[in-house]
């Protein structure tokens, strides 16, 4: 796995986030990350997963997606 990102790069990506939910993100998305590698959770899951912060990096599903797979 890649290092984290480092204070100027979470600030570039999230430049609407203070410092700590920056690094907070981070370490919610690394979480995740590692429990893909370990099996433990599918690309499905984290994709409906809800980070704790607005992230526009992070796939939303959209409503329509729910009535179109009914």
């Known amino acids: ?4 990102l480092n204070d100027e790069e979470l600030a ?3 430049p609407h986030l ?4 920056r690094i907070e ?4 998305h690394r979480s995740w990350i590692t429990k893909m ?3 433990e959770a599918t690309q ?3 994709d409906a997963a809800i980070p704790p912060y607005p992230d526009p990096h992070h796939p939303e599903k959209e409503e329509d ?3 179109e797979e009914e």
């Open 12 to 14: 570039r990506l999230y």
């Open 25 to 28: 993100l981070e370490v919610w």
């Open 1 to 4: 796995m890649q290092p984290p």
């Open 37 to 39: 590698f370990m099996g």
């Open 65 to 67: 997606e729910d009535e």
């Open 18 to 21: 203070t410092p700590t939910e």
């Open 44 to 46: 499905e899951e984290y």
